[in-house]
C-alpha cells in the first residue's frame, strides 16, 4: 500500500522554514560556544534499558523498536541521559566540570490529537560536575542571553525548587505516599483538586493552611521568605536558602527582571533533584524549554556527580519569534548547451563572492517567466558564445 | 497589556458563568446573552469572550488560543487537557453517573456502555473490575438502552428528570460535577496579573455565594 501520510506528529521543514530555523540555531549556538560550551552529537538509538529508563520523559511516550539481537532500542526521547552516559563513560578522563551543548532532534510519541510534534529539534547545555548555585545561575543566565540573541523579548522564566515542596510535604504528611498523591495534584496543576485532597486530610487546621498556601507561592523574592516561615527543617530552609541566593546571582547577570519563583512546580519523576525552571514566551501555548538540577543522574551511569542544565525547544521558540521572514537572494544562469562552460565559470565567480547561484539547461525548463519569477536576478547565457545578456 | 481571551462554553453553563462574572463585578453588555457571534469584545474590560461547544472550551485553553475558559469538570475528565485547573466555581452542579433500564442486568458475554464520555466510562469500569464495550454517541443518550443498543448508560445527570421520563434509573455514581476555571499553563506565567485577578474576585463570589446557600 502506498502510503502519502506521515506518522502522527512528524512534520516536514520546507526550505523556506528550513532557512529560518538555521539562522535561529546559529543565533543560539553562537552564544553558547562564545560561554565556552562544546557542542557534541549522539547517535539516535539508544538502548532502552540505558538512556531510556534513565531518562525524564514518561515510558508511554517513547518510540520503541527492537534490534536484530532482540534488545529493546529507543528513539533518544532528550539528550540529557546520552549526554550523562557520555560523560560517565568516554569523557571519564575528562576534569570536572564539564559544558557540554547539544543541537539536536527529540522523539516523543504523542498520544493525543495532532498539533503537537512527536519529533523536534532541542538545543540545550549540560553543566556536569559543579554542584554550587553559581552552576545554576550560568546555566539560566545562558539561556536567556542565548534567547535574547534570537530576538525573542517577551518571555519569563518560572524558578522552583524540588527540595522544598519534599520537606514540606515530608513535615506535615510524613508518609510517602500521602505526598505522593499530594505531588500528582500539583503536577497535574488540578489546585481545585489539591485544594478538595488537603481539606479531606485529617490534619490540624494549620498544617492545612501551611499546604494550602503552596498553591499562592508565586512571585518575587519575597515569596522565598513567606514560604520559609512555612517549613521548619534544614532542608527545606536550606532549598529556599539556594533559591535566594539564586536570585541573587541572576542579578549579577542583569537578568533578574526575567525571573519570577514559583515554589509549586514540580517534576513528575525524581529526575530534578533542586532548582527546577521552565520558559514561557507570549504567543506560544506550551513552554519553550526548562531544564534545572539533576544530581542523581549520573550515578545511574555509576559516575556519581552532580549537574545542571536546559533544554529549548526550537519549534515552540520559532513560533514565539512569530512571522521571520527570511528571504535569501537566489541568482539563476539560462543557458543554452554551447555556452555552458562560459555559463559554468560565470556562476563560480558569483558563488566565490557568496552568492546562491541555480545554473539551468533552457531546454530543461517548460515555462522560463514561471521558473525565473522565484529568483533575485537571472543571467542568460544563450545563443553564440561569448554574448552576456542580463 | 494585551487583551484577555476567556472561552466560554455555549448552553447549559453559559448563562451561569455570566453571572458569575457579572456578580464578580465584570461590565458585560446585555447583547451578551442573546448574540450569536461567536467571538464578543468587552473593551472597557480588556477582555474577549469566545463562544465554544463546552466539549472544545479544554481543547482551545491549552492550545493557548484562548487564555482561560470555563469547563465543566465531565468535560476535564473525559478530555485529560494540559491546563491549570484553579478555581470550582460550584455552578452548573449535576453528577456523572452510571443508568440503565430498571431490574437489568448487564449482559454477562459482551456488556455495552453507551456514553458520550468514552474515556470516563471506560476508566470507571476498568476499575470496577468490569469488561465492557464502549459506545460513542454525541447526545440523547438515554435512547441507547431503550432501544437495545446498550445495556448502561454513562452521563451526565442534574435533575435526573429525563431518565425519569424515558424510565431509567441510576445505579451508580461515578463523580460531582461542577464547573471549573481553567487557564492556560503559558498565560498563567504571562498573563498572571489579569488572571491573577480574575480569580481572586471569581473565588469571592464563589465564597459568597456559598454562604448564602447555607
Request: overall charge negative; glycine content about 8%.
Amino acid at each position: 500500500m502506498f502510503m502519502f501520510e506521515k506518522p502522527l506528529g512528524m512534520r516536514d521543514t520546507l526550505p523556506g522554514l528550513y532557512v529560518i530555523k538555521e539562522s535561529v540555531r546559529k543565533k543560539m549556538m553562537n552564544v553558547i560556544e562564545s560561554w565556552g560550551y562544546q557542542f557534541l552529537e549522539t547517535p539516535t538509538l539508544e538502548f532502552y534499558e540505558t538512556v531510556g529508563v534513565q531518562s525524564a520523559i514518561q515510558e508511554q511516550q517513547l518510540f520503541k523498536l527492537l534490534d536484530r539481537q532482540g534488545h529493546t532500542l529507543v528513539l533518544r526521547p532528550d539528550m540529557t541521559a546520552p549526554i550523562a552516559r557520555i560523560a560517565a563513560s568516554k569523557l571519564m578522563k575528562e576534569s570536572l566540570p564539564l559544558r557540554l551543548a547539544y543541537s539536536a532532534n527529540v522523539f516523543r510519541a504523542q498520544q493525543h490529537e495532532g498539533g503537537r510534534p512527536a519529533e523536534f529539534e532541542q538545543i540545550g547545555i549540560e553543566l556536569i560536575g559543579d554542584g554550587t548555585i553559581s552552576a545554576d545561575a550560568e546555566a539560566i543566565a545562558l539561556m536567556i542571553y542565548a534567547l535574547k540573541n534570537t530576538g525573542l523579548k517577551d518571555f519569563k522564566i518560572s524558578i522552583g525548587h524540588i527540595g522544598f515542596i519534599n520537606a514540606l510535604f515530608g513535615e506535615i504528611l510524613g508518609k510517602e505516599e500521602r505526598a505522593e498523591k499530594l505531588r500528582r495534584y500539583l503536577y497535574e496543576k488540578n489546585f481545585v483538586g489539591y485544594r478538595e485532597h488537603v481539606k479531606r486530610l485529617s490534619l490540624s487546621t494549620i498544617d492545612k493552611e501551611r499546604l494550602l498556601r503552596v498553591i499562592d507561592l508565586k512571585g518575587g523574592i519575597e515569596k522565598a521568605d513567606e514560604a520559609s516561615s512555612l517549613v521548619a527543617c534544614d532542608s527545606g530552609k536550606k532549598a529556599l536558602e539556594d533559591l535566594k541566593q539564586l536570585l541573587i546571582q541572576l542579578r549579577a547577570y542583569e537578568v533578574d527582571q526575567y525571573i519570577k519563583l514559583e515554589l509549586n512546580i514540580v517534576s513528575h519523576m525524581s529526575y530534578y533533584t533542586s532548582v527546577i525552571f521552565e520558559l514561557y514566551a507570549n504567543g506560544v501555548g506550551l513552554p519553550i524549554g526548562n531544564g534545572g538540577r539533576y544530581d542523581h543522574l549520573l550515578e545511574k551511569f555509576e559516575r556519581p556527580a552532580p549537574a545542571t542544565g536546559f533544554g529549548i525547544r526550537l519549534d515552540n521558540l520559532l513560533e514565539a519569534l512569530g512571522d521571520l521572514k527570511l528571504n535569501k537572494d537566489r541568482y539563476c544562469i539560462i543557458f543554452s548547451r554551447e555556452n555552458r562552460q562560459e555559463a559554468f565559470r560565470y556562476a563560480n565567480k558569483l558563488r566565490k563572492e557568496g552568492k546562491q547561484v541555480v545554473m539551468q539547461d533552457i531546454s530543461g525548463i517548460d515555462q522560463i517567466d514561471r521558473f525565473t519569477g522565484q529568483f533575485t536576478d537571472i543571467y542568460y547565457f544563450l545563443g553564440k558564445p561569448g554574448k552576456v545578456r542580463e | 497589556m494585551s487583551m484577555l481571551t476567556i472561552a466560554m462554553p455555549k448552553g447549559r453553563i453559559f448563562s451561569e458563568a455570566v453571572e458569575l462574572l457579572r456578580k464578580s463585578g465584570y461590565k458585560l453588555p446585555d447583547e451578551f446573552d442573546e448574540s450569536r457571534k461567536l467571538i464578543l469584545t468587552v473593551p472597557e474590560e480588556n477582555i474577549r469572550f469566545i463562544l465554544a461547544k463546552p466539549m472544545d472550551v479544554g481543547t482551545y485553553v491549552e492550545h493557548g488560543v484562548a487564555d482561560v475558559g470555563i469547563a465543566g469538570k465531565d468535560v476535564m475528565m473525559e478530555e485529560e487537557r494540559d491546563v491549570f485547573e484553579v478555581l470550582d466555581l460550584k455552578i452548573s452542579k449535576c453528577h456523572l453517573a452510571v443508568a440503565g433500564l430498571p431490574d437489568t442486568k448487564m449482559n454477562d458475554i459482551a456488556p455495552k456502555v453507551a456514553t458520550k464520555y468514552p474515556n470516563v466510562a471506560s476508566k470507571y469500569f476498568r476499575e470496577q473490575g468490569e469488561q465492557v464495550e464502549i459506545i460513542h454517541l454525541n447526545g440523547s443518550i438515554e435512547l441507547a438502552p431503550l432501544i437495545g443498543l446498550a445495556d448502561r448508560i454513562v452521563d451526565i445527570v442534574s435533575t435526573g428528570r429525563t431518565l425519569k421520563e424515558n424510565g431509567l434509573v441510576e445505579f451508580e455514581h461515578i463523580a460531582d460535577i461542577t464547573s471549573r476555571l481553567i487557564v492556560n499553563p503559558v498565560s498563567y506565567r504571562m498573563k498572571d496579573k489579569p488572571i491573577d485577578m480574575l480569580v481572586e474576585r471569581l473565588a469571592k463570589t464563589v465564597e459568597e455565594g456559598k454562604e448564602d446557600s447555607d
